[in-house]
């Protein structure tokens, strides 16, 4: 068995972290907090290729740092003993961090990153290991970190990785955890003066409440404004305008009052009085400060659309755009998030069709998932509204990631232009929340719990993410953010979700350049495109209150009543978009059905026949004789197991039987009866250019694929 999966960390941890085992060593890359490489740390397996004796060596560039610095972005971290037990850890959603060389050595200048966090430190459960830990909870103690915590593991486990080798379970460690026994400075006075590295650097304490006075006072008479988000979050902004925004707890913080203190009082601001100042700081702006929503690279403040260049913003109205220097405090930023580059006026937005893989039609027009694309990218400066999850799926080689990387350049650059697969609510609340638009690549199956979460995301509800150790708060979240999703196959499985989706289907490409050309050429032409979207938003919003709302037809009303003003826009027809969006619709709709068992079954059950009533007993007996004849896997997990459930399978798509003509009621009289009646007698649907489609197509469309989902059908 390899070093790595005898530790029990999975491929996609190793391709997450980028660690590479060969036959003689195992490769941990060490990145700073933006993600950029420092060194390598290699940890050596065979007996010969030790350096010097030594089981661990590093590449060039190395100095003492921390192993998955981003995980400080949490408000709980475990701090373990070497990069296995980080990345076991991060494995099952718990932020972990190392060091660089061990147990035996904590670096006093990481100690100023944990402040404002619970620090459990779980070091290896032997003598070097618990004198690691007291050593590292003093260092942190004494650096102000107020809460830190010592984490006994089973006395069979020798670290994090061994635990769960073992046997155990993540709950099991959320409980050590919680049960965690918390570190106090008193217990350390008798090792106070024996190590030069656990030196209270914290001078006298009358001198310490003076600094920390003359601080806060320099802060207010700065200019600077303390105000706090709708998050209950404190924040300054040094300016007193949008241009810098830090959130007081960060590290932009702390090194801009280290820098007005050395400026103006000419003093080096050592850890106590910086964090006396900045506790006292967090209060005023949560107490007196005003609340000032801040929002994610766009944002809505009256008739106004501003757009966050990263320092500069622009601000949009029907009357034109311009590049404003200093906003008003609209924004967070984070450090992933790219500087936009300011575009150039006077280019048609039809231009990004040249670097997409979406074909035109047979006669040179823009094919209806070339406009939906146009629209939805424009839409996409709009806030607060739902935004369509856009959904790509084919083959490889189709430039599905290329087309979502594309777009996520163009209204969200980032470092991290797309995402993987989320493994609990509380990794894809973090991430969601730090993006304007998060694209999740080469997904191949959504959990149910991802779904949901999707859903509120796009329509606007509230997401919580658990504190450990805070009386069982929850954080809340509630915004509207844009999501994509790619993948080879179609991975959404909930009707709920197709509902608030855009759906395109890619087909390979037949004639590649290379990565470099690719993006050399979509940069040179970003500025003009960029432009484009500008130009196209205010069109769209000198016209959009002249363009009448949609009565109910569409799901996603925002998009439906928005996208003919965009289109008309662009120069194309109102209608245009709403038979593309309508043909998209029917595809969601078939989508649905295709990936429900019990919907395929109700089709085929009213397929000869125009009523049916009966128990949900009586229903399911029926069903499971369908399934049978068309070869549904009945222990599909949306297969109804009694008949308790019947009725909730049939509710999940009761909009998409309506789509085909197919309703479905509890009696009036007798609530234990399911009615199920046709409702349509012209027996017709949409097609791509707004013409009839007959539902038997529709229906034969469906039988047709439901084989390749459910198990069964023909070869």
């Not at 998050?231 to 932009?252: C, E, H, I, M, W």
């Not at 199956?445 to 658990?466: N, Q």
């Not at 008949?643 to 399978?649: D, G, L, N, Q, S």
């Not at 509890?666 to 199920?676: H, P, S, V, W, Y």
């Amino acid at each position: 068995m390899s070093y790595l999966s005898n530790h029990g960390i999975s491929k996609d941890q190793q391709q997450k972290f980028g660690i590479i085992e060969d036959t003689d060593k195992v490769t941990f890359p060490y990145k700073d907090k933006e993600g950029n490489f420092l060194f390598n740390k290699y940890r050596h397996l065979d007996q010969r290729s030790l350096e010097n004796g030594k089981k661990f060596s590093f590449s060039s560039g190395y100095k003492p740092v921390l192993f998955n610095i981003q995980a400080l972005d949490q408000d709980y971290v475990v701090y373990a003993e070497g990069e296995p037990d980080v990345v076991r850890s991060d494995q099952e959603g718990i932020p972990t961090v190392s060091g660089s060389t061990g147990a035996a050595t904590f670096n006093k200048d990481w100690v100023p990153d944990f402040i404002g966090k619970r620090v459990y430190i779980c070091l290896d459960n032997d003598d070097t290991g618990r004198e690691g830990a007291r050593k590292v909870a003093e260092l942190l103690l004494r650096g102000s970190v107020e809460e830190v915590y010592q984490l006994t593991l089973p006395e069979d486990c020798k670290d994090i990785c061994e635990f769960y080798s073992k046997g155990h379970t993540k709950e099991e460690f959320l409980n050590l955890l919680e049960n965690a026994q918390r570190a106090k400075l008193e217990d350390f006075k008798d090792t106070q003066n024996q190590d030069d590295s656990l030196e209270d650097e914290s001078g006298d304490k009358e001198e310490n409440e003076s600094i920390t006075k003359q601080v806060i006072k320099l802060v207010l008479e700065s200019g600077a404004k303390l105000f706090h988000d709708q998050f209950n979050d404190s924040y300054l902004a040094p300016t007193g305008n949008g241009q810098l925004v830090f959130r007081l707890k960060s590290k932009q913080a702390k090194s801009w009052l280290s820098y007005l203190t050395w400026k103006y009082i000419g003093l080096s601001l050592s850890s106590h009085p910086l964090n006396s100042t900045i506790l006292t700081l967090e209060a005023m702006a949560c107490y007196e400060g005003p609340q000032i929503s801040l929002a994610i690279r766009v944002a809505k403040e009256g008739e106004i659309i501003w757009y966050d260049l990263g320092g500069k913003t622009i601000k949009i109205t029907s009357e034109g755009w311009d590049i404003v220097e200093e906003s008003p405090i609209l924004f967070r930023r984070f450090p992933h998030q790219k500087y936009q580059i300011e575009p150039k006026s006077g280019n048609k937005l039809d231009e990004l069709l040249d670097f997409i893989n979406l074909e035109r039609q047979a006669d040179g027009r823009l094919s209806d998932e070339q406009l939906l694309t146009l629209c939805w990218l424009v839409f996409g400066l709009v806030p607060g509204l739902p935004h369509p999850a856009l959904v790509l799926y084919g083959s490889q080689g189709s430039k599905k990631t290329t087309l979502h990387k594309i777009l996520k350049e163009l209204l969200d650059p980032s470092s991290i232009e797309v995402n993987g697969s989320q493994k609990n609510i509380t990794e894809f609340v973090q991430t969601v929340s730090h993006h304007w638009f998060l694209v999740l690549d080469n997904m191949t199956y959504l959990p149910e719990w991802l779904s949901d979460a999707m859903c509120r995301v796009i329509s606007g509800g509230g997401l919580s993410k658990r504190e450990l150790h805070s009386d069982d708060d929850d954080i809340l979240y509630n915004f509207r953010h844009i999501v994509g999703i790619n993948g080879i196959n179609l991975m959404i499985e909930k009707a709920d979700l197709y509902e608030r989706s855009l759906i395109f289907v890619l087909k390979r490409i037949k004639k590649f350049k290379t990565e470099k050309l690719f993006w050399a050429q979509f940069e040179e032409r970003k500025p003009y495109i960029l432009g484009a979207l500008f130009d196209t938003l205010v069109k769209t919003l000198q016209i959009i209150s002249t363009t009448p709302e949609p009565e109910g037809e569409f799901r996603m009303a925002d998009f439906a009543h928005w996208g003919p003003t965009i289109a008309q826009a662009l120069g194309y027809e109102a209608n245009d978009f709403l038979k593309a969006y309508k043909a998209n619709i029917y595809k969601q709709n078939k989508e649905a059905l295709e990936a429900s068992p019990v919907g395929l079954a109700v089709i085929d059950l009213m397929s000869d026949q125009d009523r049916w009533s009966g128990t949900p007993t009586e229903l399911l007996s029926e069903l499971d004789k369908i399934a049978l004849k068309l070869r549904i896997d009945q222990d599909h997990k949306s297969w109804p197991k009694d008949a308790r459930w019947v009725w909730r399978r049939i509710s999940e798509v009761l909009p998409n039987l309506e789509e085909e003509g197919i309703k479905a009621s509890k009696g009036k009289d007798d609530a234990r009866l399911i009615i199920l009646e046709k409702t349509l007698t012209n027996d017709v649907g949409n097609d791509n250019d707004g013409g009839q489609i007959p539902n038997n197509q529709v229906q034969s469309d469906i039988k047709d694929n439901k084989g390749d989902i459910f198990g069964g059908g023909v070869d």
